[in-house]
């Protein structure tokens, strides 16, 4: 947990988005809170510069403040370590879900 706060630390400073509820999340969630991170990531990056957090329209393949191409910024649509990261969290929820389950 907390090798995952310290990811989320450092990836929420590089990409300009809130630290503390991400934090939050993957404390309560762990590799659940991770994949909500994840995705959450994906839809700031969609709307806002990775290198100076301006708002950018979808059509735009360049950013209109610092011109940075933002094919070349983003984050790959694809990762290994991400199919195993979500397969481990379904794991986790599952498990999660059974739990509270045997407690009643």
Known sequence: VATLCIY???DTHKYKME???WIL???LLQFLGLC???HARKQHLKT????????????NET??????ELETVRPKKF???RVIVTVIAVF????LILHFLIML
């Open 48 to 59: 806002c510069c990775p290198v100076c957090s301006a708002e950018i329209p979808d059509s």
């Open 36 to 38: 909500f991170y994840w």
């Open 8 to 10: 989320i630390l450092h």
């Open 25 to 27: 999340a993957v404390v």
């Open 19 to 21: 630290k503390f509820p």
């Open 79 to 81: 990762s290994v370590g």
């Open 63 to 68: 950013c209109t403040r610092c011109g940075v």
């Open 92 to 95: 986790q929820a599952i498990a």
